[in-house]
Nanobody, 123 residues
């Protein structure tokens, strides 16, 4: 079993930045894919960014490309989502997810999910 805990959400003005963190614990597989998703009120959960380990390949949704960056700190067993130039439409609950299948993908078929962290961007 793998446990994921997100942190770093909050309220920020448009144009500002936030960094989300996702701490993985438990029986983390030696190779895996991790994804960031978000869900705004009344909308379906959508893919934001993904990263594989090992390798560190990344993939981003078009809506965040050039503004968001995901990275991993292997020593700390953490992944991060750096969000810059935030817009009000980025407001959502953000989730990290992990899956032992080592391939980048935008679908939500990940095995383990965190509880989510709220990001609110004011205009």
């Amino acid at each position: 079993q793998v446990q994921l805990v997100e942190s770093g959400g909050g309220l920020v003005q448009a144009g500002g930045s936030l960094r989300l963190s996702c701490a993985a614990s438990g029986r983390t597989p030696s190779s895996y894919a991790m994804g960031w998703f978000r869900q705004a009120p009344g909308k379906e959960r959508e893919f934001v960014a993904g990263i594989t380990w090992p390798g560190g390949s990344t993939i981003y949704a078009d809506s965040v490309k050039g503004r968001f960056t995901t990275s991993r700190d292997n020593a700390k067993n953490m992944i991060y989502l750096q969000m810059n130039s935030l817009k009000p439409e980025d407001t959502a609950v953000y989730y990290c997810a992990l899956d032992p299948r080592w391939r980048l993908r935008t679908t939500n078929d990940y095995s383990w999910w965190g509880q989510g962290t709220q990001v609110t961007v004011s205009s």
